[in-house]
């Protein structure tokens, strides 16, 4: 019976409002939520488009992925996933993430009636991910090596002010043996950069 061991670096806990697209750190799925980061190196389904991309090269078959998560008070996380393999491309992927906050106060001055407002933070993300064959490998054989890419769109409104920016993340899985992954994601290596 083989083994599965996956070497998962804690990550630190970063908070919402940190950066264009600190939303996309939140997990896709309740799979990846569970693994707590180690998912990097094992993920294989469409939520790899935010996980890890070069995972996007394990898919068999066309896949779909929905979430929705209600997180708190009038917050919610929405996710939807695609991913469309190739035997000679590698695979590739798309996806729609939103995270809403609404229930807003503010008021034009101290004696105005308040009006409510809302906060929407979405993404369009295109992904794909390969599975070069190495000098060595067996044709039709497992693949050691995975590399992947995803390009993304944010999308930040505030009330009726709106930015957008593009970002771009890379992924690496290299598996040495069929019980043995490493897995390497660089988020926001062009990071997006709305201004309001």
């Not at 790899?48 to 779909?64: D, F, R, S, T, Y």
């Not at 390969?130 to 039709?140: N, W």
């Amino acid at each position: 019976m083989p083994v599965l061991l996956v070497l998962a670096c804690p990550r630190p806990a970063h908070p919402q409002a940190v950066g264009a697209g600190a939303f996309l750190r939140l997990d896709p799925n309740a799979r990846t939520a569970a693994l707590a980061g180690a998912a990097t190196a094992i993920v294989d389904d469409s939520g790899a488009l935010l996980v890890n991309p070069a995972a996007l090269a394990l898919i068999k078959k066309p896949e779909v992925g929905a979430t929705r998560v209600t997180l708190f008070e009038d917050t919610s996380f929405d996710a939807l996933t695609f991913a469309f393999p190739t035997k000679r491309w590698g695979s590739f992927a798309g996806g729609y993430v939103r995270q809403a906050s609404g229930g807003f106060e503010r008021r034009a001055g101290p004696n105005d009636s308040p009006s409510s407002f809302s906060v929407e933070q979405s993404a369009v993300l295109a992904g794909w991910g390969y599975s070069p064959r190495l000098p060595g490998e067996e044709e039709g054989g497992a693949r050691l090596l995975s590399i992947g890419a995803a390009a993304k769109s944010v999308r930040e409104t505030i009330d009726t002010a709106a930015a957008s920016g593009n970002g771009l993340d890379a992924g690496l899985l290299l598996r040495l043996r069929s019980a043995f992954a490493i897995g390497v994601r660089a988020q926001n290596l062009v990071a997006p950069r709305p201004t309001f």
